[in-house]
């Protein structure tokens, strides 16, 4: 039997607006409809975990409200072992405004709530599960703090670290160092490398990877959404991998269902590329329906996707994708 994966992120309610567009500053527009969904980048990710198939428990916070009960119950029904996700009296639980504009872009505030709660003590309570760990997701909304302590500990035993850099922000060179798989998007990309955000694309991709990797992270993922994703090795290895071309509703959490998947895919044994791929399935199919928890697709749905694409040989994006350029220049 494959070790457990353990998650250690947010959990928060979503409030989803959807509206034609995102309005631009000062503007106000009319929306379509308003609904609410489980979300949160950990708790995504580690609903993704579960529906794929794989062992998975979370560690993490919520308020002592009645989001913080229904988030908790969420997690558990939906196959997440949540005996390390505790309450903070007297904090509201964490939420997210998201817009959700026709064609699928989003844009998001987080209220980070209870998930500003979780601390070192709240993983070194839970020792005991890293030692039977197979690999641990982590992202950037807890505080910094419980990140670094979770590097040292996962260094220290020998567990593959994925690291999500969202949202975006500079990262010290002693965290990154003892993170196994960076997997930045292309705003998180340009802030870890100190660049104007738009400086990336797919021609310049391997270059932006090659300055992530100097900073010590043994693998990194460039998450380009619906152009691909970029794959590159310490030891000089890289690929890229065309994104599957699906209609899209909403992008929410496509990024956390792509973790989901690379970690699935590199716990079942999967190289690099096919564990990209595989993940680029998992997002894909996430990006055709609404919400971010309700959209992380089941294994089955994905051996089936997988299996259409393959038949249907090359996906259209990849003949439409331009050559890459390793050097990136
Ligand atoms: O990655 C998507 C998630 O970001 C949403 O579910 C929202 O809660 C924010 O954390």
């Known amino acids: 039997m494959l070790k457990p994966i353990i998650v250690v992120g947010s959990i928060n309610l979503d409030l989803v607006a959807r509206v034609e567009r995102i309005p631009t500053l000062g503007e106000t527009l009319t929306g379509t409809s308003f609904q609410t969904f489980f979300g949160g980048k950990g708790a995504n990710q580690a609903v993704g975990v579960a529906r794929l198939g794989h062992a998975v428990s979370m560690i993490g ?23 390390a996700v505790k309450r903070t009296p007297g904090v509201s639980s964490g939420v997210a405004l998201i817009s959700v504009a026709s064609r699928g872009p989003n844009a998001i505030i987080v209220i980070p709530g209870a998930n500003a709660t979780l601390a070192p003590q709240d993983l070194e309570n839970e020792l005991p599960s890293f030692a039977s760990a197979g690999m641990v997701l982590t992202q950037l909304e807890v505080p910094l703090s419980v ?11 020998h567990i593959p670290l994925i690291l999500d850099p969202a949202p975006a922000r500079r990262l010290p060179a002693s965290l990154l160092r003892k993170v196994t798989w960076l997997t930045p998007n292309e705003t998180e990309t340009c802030a870890l490398c100190g660049v104007a955000p738009g400086a990336l694309n797919p021609q310049s991709a391997a270059r932006y990877a090659a300055r992530l990797l100097e900073k010590g992270p043994q693998n990194v993922v460039i998450k380009l959404g619906a152009r691909g994703a970029f794959w590159a090795t310490a030891d000089g290895a890289t690929t890229f991998v065309p994104a599957f071309r699906v209609r899209a509703v909403d992008s929410t959490a496509a990024g956390d269902a792509f973790n989901a998947g690379l970690a699935v895919a590199l716990m079942n044994g999967k190289s690099p590329p096919g564990a990209v791929r595989f993940a680029s399935a998992v997002a894909a199919l996430s990006v055709t329906r609404i919400g971010a928890q309700p959209s992380m697709p089941a294994a089955k749905e994905v051996a089936k996707f997988l299996a259409s694409r393959s038949r249907r040989g090359r996906d259209r994006i990849n003949e439409q994708h331009p050559p890459l350029n390793p050097a990136g220049v």
């Open 147 to 157: 990140i670094t302590f979770l590097a040292d500990i996962t260094s220290s035993n």
């Open 61 to 83: 916070r919520v308020g002592d409200d009645e989001f913080g009960r229904r988030l908790r119950q969420g997690l558990k029904g939906a196959g997440v072992r949540a005996t």
